[in-house]
């Protein structure tokens, strides 16, 4: 009886191991619509986050672009106000009519006429 006693208590044993991988087996954790949205909104994050990423890349080298083109222009305005205080250097009455005496022009002041400034 000992012999029948333990083939009865090894297939048990079997049956439940048995029973115990097909329970695990079978449970899932998520289901396969579940895994679809999941990949799905995971893959719209990282689409996302790469546009997001670009797009301070734009921004970033627009910003960049923009600082470059008011340099110049701050650049372009001293060149301009330097020019602007030769022009009024070189247009003083004192120097144009020194510049006409070494040229042999005279005044004549019956011929002058005023010009009205701008």
Known sequence: ??????????????????????????????????????????GLVCFGAVHLISNQAEIYEMNKEIQNVETKINEQQKVNADLQVEIKDLSKYERIYKEAKKMGLELNNNNVKVVPAQ
């Not at 083939?7 to 998520?30: A, D, N």
């Open 1 to 42: 009886m000992s012999n029948l006693a333990r083939k009865i208590g090894e297939q048990r044993v079997e049956q439940t191991v048995q029973e115990e991988r097909k329970i695990k087996i079978k449970k899932s954790w998520l289901t396969p619509g579940e895994k679809i949205i999941g990949v799905a909104f995971a």
